[in-house]
Nanobody
Framework: QVQLVESGGGLVQAGGSLRLSCADS????????MGWYRQAPGKQRELVAI???????NYVDSVKGRFTISRLYAKNTVYLQMNSLKPEDTAVYYC????????WGKGTLVTVSS
């Protein structure tokens, strides 16, 4: 059973940076793709960034050049480095992983003040 636990959210001023982490602390399964989604108030959940088992990455256009996703494969851990944060980045950020089936973390709140 995969259990994804996020950390690193918080309150930051516009232009600042945060680093989100997500680790699977329970499983010995190998997770293929991992990524981050976010959901802002009143909006649908959207994919922010994804990294495959082979290391390929993809980002939503609104974060390209500002966010970087990376992984520590041996520990089923994924990171999201967020720079030049904007108020519109405010959302609950969810970790996602695919290990034959999909798994989700409970989310961590990121609030960017103007």
């Amino acid at each position: 059973q995969v259990q994804l636990v996020e950390s690193g959210g918080g309150l930051v001023q516009a232009g600042g940076s945060l680093r989100l982490s997500c680790a699977d602390s329970k499983s010995i399964l190998s997770i293929n793709a991992m990524g981050w989604y976010r959901q802002a108030p009143g909006k649908q959940r959207e994919l922010v960034a994804i990294i495959t088992g082979g290391g390929s990455t993809n980002y939503v256009d609104s974060v390209k050049g500002r966010f970087t996703i990376s992984r520590l494969y041996a520990k089923n851990t994924v990171y999201l480095q967020m720079n030049s944060l904007k108020p519109e980045d405010t959302a609950v950020y969810y970790c996602w992983g695919n290990a034959g089936m999909e798994y989700w973390g409970k989310g961590t709140l990121v609030t960017v003040s103007s």
